[in-house]
């Protein structure tokens, strides 16, 4: 078992790789480091993150990229250093949205278990620059290399297209849900519902809430939002003065709202007294201005939250094989990815698609 010298892969050239204009190619990974081990991927899913990262949407991406940051697979090639050599060949590991970190003992982030903070030196999965000054390639490929410190053993009793998204959708809600007292006793709003906001649902239910509120536009999810957990759905379009009508009800609200068109003051009145907002979707532009006063008058707070430490990822993982976590996705080839992209863009996926690697070869040829 090892990996071949080129990797292939669904590379993105310039912006238009957003509308599904990616194309299957060879690339050169970095060099092969002591600290990393080769995975072959067998599951990688389709991140909001994949599609702002594919047209340029934070500013300019480093092309030809291959994004793809929900990646699950099987290890090929193993490093001889301490975080590599853990791992056994053939070991089912998950890859997230962050590849590398300082990992110095004086970075206060890095040594606190706070890697996914590291100012010195984060490196994504893809669109990233490694200290030698390679680009990290993401997942939408046979194989991806990878510092071993960022993977994570997949706990057998979770499948991996169940185990892929939660590598970045999933740690990505669970983070500031446990970090923010979510549980019993707690009520708490999930805003946006796709890929990361279904997890939201599935995760504040599972942590024991005592309500779980799903904050969309338009009522049409509001069935599966129902089915997934949420005890109560808000329709911010189509609900006349549902921010009056459920003031003060919610103690954390997360949003995973990915564009910037969004109703921040009616979301805050929604808050508590000390109730906190936590922003994780990243739109391209700026959030909407608010009153001072719709933070002052109850003390509110507005917060974000970036992925998770691996630590995290390990215990989410192990939460969610424990409370028996079923995400919605749909699986699709690995051939489909530019398909998946678009639709994905067109805010068709329920909740989130999964590429699942086939016969390699079969895509050499397209
Ligand atoms: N903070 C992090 O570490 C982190 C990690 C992963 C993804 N993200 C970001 O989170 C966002 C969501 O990612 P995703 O994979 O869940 O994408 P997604 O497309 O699956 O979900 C976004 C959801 O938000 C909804 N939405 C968009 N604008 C809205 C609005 N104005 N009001 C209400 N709902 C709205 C969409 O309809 C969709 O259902 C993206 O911006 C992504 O880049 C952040
Ligand atoms: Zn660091
Ligand atoms: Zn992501």
Redesign the pocket.
């Known amino acids: 078992m090892t990996s071949p010298e080129t990797f292939h892969g669904w590379l993105g050239h310039d912006s238009s790789a957003a509308q599904g204009n990616l194309k299957w190619a060879a690339f050169t990974p970095k060099p092969f480091a002591a600290t990393d081990i080769d995975i072959k991927v067998s599951h990688c899913g389709?991140?909001?993150?994949d599609?702002?990262t594919l047209r340029s949407g934070w500013g300019p991406t480093h092309y030809p990229v291959c994004v793809g940051h929900e990646i699950v697979g099987h290890v090929v090639r193993i490093g001889s250093s301490p975080s590599a050599s853990r791992f056994r060949l053939g070991d089912r590991v998950g890859v997230g949205?962050q590849a590398a970190s300082c990992l110095k003992d004086d970075c206060e982030e890095c040594s606190g278990g706070l890697e996914?903070h590291c100012g010195k030196g984060f490196v994504g999965t893809y669109n990233g620059k490694y200290p030698d000054g390679n680009w990290s390639m993401g997942g939408y490929a046979d194989y991806v290399r990878v510092p071993a410190h960022f993977a994570i053993k997949i706990p057998s009793a979770l499948k991996s297209e169940d185990a892929a998204p939660m590598m970045?959708?999933g740690i990505?809600v669970f983070s500031p849900l446990k970090n923010n007292g979510a549980g019993p006793g707690k009520r708490v709003g999930i805003?946006?519902?796709?890929?990361?906001?279904?997890f939201g649902v599935l995760f504040a239910k599972a942590l024991g809430c005592d309500k779980v509120v799903a904050?969309?536009?338009s009522r049409n999810?509001a069935k599966d939002a129902e089915a997934m957990g949420a005890d109560i759905y808000i329709a911010?379009s189509e609900d006349e003065k549902w921010d009056r009508k459920h003031s003060r009800s919610l103690d954390l609200i997360i949003s995973?709202?990915?564009?910037?068109?969004?109703?921040l003051s009616g979301y805050l009145r929604l808050l508590r007294t000390n109730g906190q907002f936590i922003?994780?979707?990243?739109?391209e532009d700026n959030l909407p201005a608010i009153a001072a006063f719709a933070l002052i008058a109850k003390g509110c707070k507005i917060g974000?939250?970036?992925?998770g430490s691996p630590k995290e990822i390990e215990a989410m993982l192990e939460f969610a094989a424990e409370k028996k976590i079923k995400p919605w996705i749909q699986t699709r080839p690995m051939k489909e990815a530019n398909k998946g992209v678009v639709e994905?863009?067109d805010?068709k996926?329920r909740?989130?698609y999964v590429l699942v690697n086939e016969e390699q070869e079969d895509q050499a040829k397209l």
């Open positions: 389709i991140c909001g993150t599609i702002h949205a996914q970045c959708g990505t805003v946006g519902l796709g890929g990361l906001g279904h904050i969309s536009r999810k911010t995973t709202v990915s564009s910037p068109d969004m109703p922003q994780v979707g990243a739109p974000g939250s970036q992925i994905m863009e805010g996926a909740y989130r």
